[in-house]
């Protein structure tokens, strides 16, 4: 049996209820995910969690809160970096990565699409797909986060 795989979201805090539920999917497209799916974006660790969430903010006055969660007997589907367009990292690679993660949601081949962080491309975010059958998670009590306000300051 494999270890349960460990993953950290951020969220708004008024969001915390319905954090994995990949509801923001069926209105915002994601980088790997076409509009109009539940998916809920994780990542590898806490710091990883943070820096995907801070590249989007305008503000360190948004009330947010860290879940780690437990992945039970993960399968997941691996994208390897060398298989990606060699621009992945931009916005205009969005509609190819897109596709990807529209044939995963479809296609239900697993529960966990592992994705190459666009900030850290050694690090990995885990997708993971609400409407899987297989998807078996756990979580534990949010904890408060905010961003160090150093990290505001202007170059």
Do not use: C
Not at 47 to 68: K, Q
Not at 77 to 87: A, R, Y
């Amino acid at each position: 049996m494999p270890e349960p795989l460990m993953v950290w979201r951020l969220s708004k805090r008024k969001y915390a209820p319905m954090a994995f539920s990949g509801e923001g999917g069926l209105y915002v497209a994601g980088r790997w995910t076409p509009k109009g799916y539940r998916a809920a974006y994780t990542s590898e660790s806490l710091a990883l969690a943070s820096l995907e969430v801070f590249v989007h903010a305008e503000t360190n006055n948004i009330p947010l809160i860290g879940i780690r969660a437990y992945l039970n007997e993960p399968v997941i589907e691996v994208v390897p970096v060398k298989k990606l367009p060699i621009d992945w990292q931009e916005t205009s690679a969005y509609p190819q990565l897109q596709s990807i993660g529209d044939r995963w949601l479809k296609n239900l081949t697993a529960p966990i699409l592992k994705v190459p962080s666009a900030i850290v491309p050694m690090e990995y975010n885990y997708i993971l797909n609400p409407a899987h059958p297989d998807l078996q998670i756990v979580t534990e009590p949010p904890i408060t986060f905010q961003f160090d306000r150093r990290m505001w300051k202007s170059f």
